[in-house]
């Protein structure tokens, strides 16, 4: 209750250390109509800078807030068609009501030069051809450009810090969450803004009801009828390289398509553009308990925190189509379908030493894996969004035949892996909102099987002491088959009043699960009974209310659900039940508050209770990988967490300049202590035991971008700290361990002049592990991109691109210099790209890094890509 006290206290103070003023108002003519639209601009007296500004809505009125410590300011209205109002008003809070006096307005020819960005109530509109570089081919190339917005390394976009909730082309959702895909392969030629829609309520008949804090993105085309794409078609050396991307899309009122085949063997990993990457989505599937889970696995090598391009073995197929139709009545039907298959192979070595509370325990192994996908998805979906209802159902299916094969030297002891990795997955999810009388009801239902059948088989056998008596054998495999059954169905409505809006809803959980394991060798002794017969059972009756203020620049939101949580585990050979039923409120709290069209602060906190899964909880021994074996024979896992967190951020379109500050403390209990316990030869056997502990984590972030337009240059900056506290039983002693994290970014693109441009990122990250008192040694990484960007004429480009990065190991330091040398040619009569690749010019052929986990830290050397060439002909249809 404390924690709470204080946290309230914090966000008034920040609230009162701002001085702030409010101007609103309403704009007439002297006929008495509204006039919209106007632009209303408080500037300071002396120097005439911008303190904040609004436009006029439909009925004429603004309002603006402003912090200035002037007592008086300057009030500038001006309208299409109207004289310039130009006013000295006093900084204090009022309202100003004005008449407009019409006049002609005769325009001169001008050249005018469009703002990059600009705002008009929530939505921010960024002009691509001001981001686009001379380089540049696809949006994803644009938008990476844009200050407020980033790009991850696997097309996630993030506004203001925070992943975005929806992804439009011309306001229709044609991907569901995959929008990497068009990102990837859209022409930025084809897009004239891309509109940022803060505040984004995806749901229209919701809008003025239940408020949002997410942001959307909403693709603005050129043309109302646009096909475009592209088609890429390359090859190279050595080994014999090629590259082929045929992506077509059409874009109308009434439909919209994109299919893609994209295949090859450069390191290109295009399977990102499939993954589901808006926030809406991913909490969907982590609702409906719809993610493939992996209980098995091959020992891989840790991927590089680098450019694929330098490390991936590829050998990729990607076939998508995806087609949305809008029907009468505002339906609208899509069929996405997407299939991909690909086979990769790892080559290197690693040296891992796990740390307990007496010693250290080295192991080296050098690795070789192949790995094989193919998957499967398809998604059809009905859609109907209106302000007077919504409907919505997606029937999906998605298979997957994935198997691995891996093979490992220790000590001159070959050893060899064999995983088979299969999934199947059938749902259907449904969603409606209707009114009745003046509330809106509000069904959702999801129903959904699953099938997890996976196999694992290693030579030469191992764990003999557990498995064997001790003795030496040939062989063991790892059976695994889990079937799950799975639903959730709600009932609620939506009910606004004033200022406020009510949302309470019932509904229920339940969820069946049958797990199967065994673990077989060749050897007749041994151990009986290595399996598990596990039925899983759980419920969950739940009541959960939201209220919503929305007033001024006030946002609060109070939820407050009850549970009933309810588990029975039986597993009959082994004579092991459980029986288990809690009650738990889980209330969250936000408030937001806009200190002006700039500012804006955030304050949460929230109570949150878990109790495991069936991976959690099983009985007997499951083998995960070679040198891993689990038995978690212990009470359902209960975690209670406390989150607290608070945010500033400030955006200014005016002056393309966006800032974010956030903190976040979670503090957890939990019920169980997770046993490891480290044999010689590095393998490891983990338990679980009751004893209640706490892990205590808190991270810290900030990011600010900036474009300076007079020298078209775009600056960022990123720091992220981290911070973990929490036990563990190692070795049979309970260990305290601590791990810090700092991550600095740094990034500037600028425009020289107009043949050349340069972009320079700079990443410093910093690890720190202690286990008891023991400081272990530090980790520090270094990546360093310094690129160089030519055009000897209109339609040629030169680029040298370069990495530095710097790892220092607990062998030994290593340093990397990579260069790669692109040059295009453009017939510009025909828009085709020639482009020449020249990959790894110094042919580096190994790469070193380190990774630190809870208790060991890992260093793998990786076999690289050699030296390639690669010649490219591209064009946009």
């Known amino acids: 209750m404390r924690q709470v006290l204080l946290l309230n206290v914090f966000f008034l103070f920040s609230i009162t250390c701002f001085s702030q003023t409010t101007i609103d108002g309403a704009l007439k003519t002297k006929e008495g109509n509204s006039v919209s639209g106007a632009s209303v601009t408080i500037t300071k007296l002396q120097t005439d800078d911008i303190l904040d500004y609004g436009i006029s809505s439909k009925d004429g009125s603004f309002s603006i807030s402003i912090e200035s410590q002037s007592n008086q300011v300057r009030l500038n209205i001006r309208a299409m068609g109207y004289k310039t109002l130009v006013q000295i008003i006093a900084n204090k809070t009022q309202t100003l009501d004005f008449v407009l006096e019409e006049e002609a307005t005769q325009l001169k020819e001008v050249i005018v030069k469009s703002d990059p960005i600009t705002r008009r109530g929530d939505t921010l509109n960024y002009a691509v051809s001001a981001f686009a570089k001379k380089e540049d081919r696809t949006l994803a190339d644009a938008l990476k450009n844009m200050p407020g917005i980033e790009v991850l390394s696997d097309g996630k976009i993030l506004y203001q810090g925070k992943p975005i909730n929806k992804f439009y082309i011309e306001n229709l959702d044609l991907l569901e969450g995959k929008y990497n895909l068009a990102n990837s392969n859209l022409p930025h030629k084809e897009v004239s803004r891309v509109q940022v829609l803060e505040n984004h309520q995806p749901t229209k008949i919701l809008d003025s009801l239940v408020y949002s804090d997410k942001a959307a993105i909403n693709i603005k085309l050129k043309n109302s009828y646009t096909f475009t794409g592209q088609a890429e078609v390359g090859s190279g050396l050595s080994p014999l390289l090629w590259d082929v991307n045929l992506t077509p899309m059409l874009f109308t009122k009434k439909q919209q398509m994109l299919t893609s085949y994209q295949a090859n063997n450069t390191g290109n990993d295009v399977s990102q553009q499939l993954k589901t990457l808006t ?24 991927a590089p925190r680098f450019s694929e391009k330098r490390w991936l073995d590829n050998n990729i197929h990607l076939l998508s189509a995806n087609y949305l139709q809008k029907l009468k009545k505002d339906y609208e039907l899509r069929l996405n379908v997407s299939y991909l298959n690909d086979y990769q192979q790892q080559e290197g070595s690693t040296n891992t030493q796990f740390f307990t509370a007496n010693d250290t325990i080295a192991l080296a192994e050098n690795k070789y894996n192949q790995l094989y996908t193919n998957t499967l998805e398809a998604d059809l979906t009905l859609h109907r969004n209106t302000k007077k209802n919504f409907l919505k159902n997606s029937l999906q299916f998605q298979g997957s035949w994935d198997s691995q094969r891996g093979s490992i030297q220790t000590d001159n002891t070959p050893l060899t892996q064999n995983l088979s990795n299969r999934y199947f997955k059938l749902s259907n999810k449904l969603k409606t909102i209707f009114p009745i009388g003046e509330q809106l009801m509000t069904l959702n239902s999801y129903v959904g099987f699953n099938k997890t059948p996976q196999s694992l088989t290693v030579n030469p056998g191992q764990f003999e002491d557990l498995l064997n008596d001790g003795e030496v054998y040939d062989e063991v495999t790892q059976d695994i088959d889990l079937n799950t059954f799975y639903t959730n169905n709600a009932l609620g409505f939506t009910k606004g009043w004033q200022s406020f809006s009510f949302n309470p809803k019932v509904g229920l959980q339940f969820e069946k699960q049958k797990l199967e394991s065994r673990i077989f060798t060749n050897a007749s002794s041994i151990q009986d009974n290595i399996d598990n017969n596990l039925d899983w059972t759980r419920s969950k009756a739940y009541f959960k209310l939201k209220t919503q203020y929305k007033k001024n620049n006030w946002r609060l939101e109070a939820i407050t659900p009850v549970h009933l949580h309810s588990y029975q585990l039986n597993d009959k050979p082994l004579q092991k039940e459980q029986d288990f039923n809690r009650l738990t409120f889980e209330p969250r709290l936000s408030i937001n508050y806009d200190l002006s069209s700039y500012w804006r602060v955030r304050a949460a ?94 991270n810290l972030s900030t990011r600010a971008s900036k474009y300076f337009r007079n020298f078209d240059t775009n600056i960022t900056l990123n720091v992220n700290y981290s911070l973990q506290d929490f036990q563990q039983v190692l070795n049979s002693e309970i260990t305290d361990i601590s791990n810090q994290n700092w991550r600095l970014k740094g990034k500037v693109d600028t425009d020289i002049t107009d043949w050349l441009s340069v972009n320079f990122e700079s990443i410093f990250q910093f690890s720190k592990n202690k286990i008891q008192s023991q400081n272990n040694q530090n980790i520090t990484q270094q990546f360093h991109k310094f690129n160089i960007n030519i055009y000897p004429k209109e339609n040629q480009y030169l680029g040298l691109k370069t990495e530095y990065i710097k790892n220092n190991l607990f062998s030994k330091n290593s340093d990397n210099f990579f260069a790669d040398l692109i040059y295009r040619y453009t017939w510009q009569k025909k828009n085709i790209d020639f482009e020449l690749q020249w990959n790894n010019i110094f042919d580096i052929k190994n790469y070193k890094t380190v990774n630190i986990n809870n208790y060991s830290y890992i260093e793998t050397n990786y076999n690289l890509r050699p030296s390639q060439i690669l010649f490219k002909v591209r064009f946009s249809l």
């Open 279 to 302: 926030i809406e989505d991913l909490m969907n599937q982590f609702e409906n308990n719809s993610e493939k889970q992996d209980w098995l696995a091959t020992q891989q090598l840790s």
């Open 605 to 698: 906190t929230n109570l949150s209770n878990q109790f495991g899964t069936i991976n959690q909880v099983y009985y007997n021994y499951i083998l995960k990988n070679y040198r891993n074996i689990q038995r978690i024979d212990a009470p359902l896992p209960e975690m209670q967490s406390l989150n607290y967190s608070a945010s500033f951020r400030y955006r200014n379109p005016i002056k393309s300049l966006f800032f974010t500050l956030s903190y976040t403390n979670t503090t957890t209990e939990n019920n169980l202590l997770y046993s490891n316990q480290i044999l010689e030869n590095g393998a490891s056997e983990l338990r679980a035991i009751e004893e209640d502990n706490k892990r205590h984590s808190h």
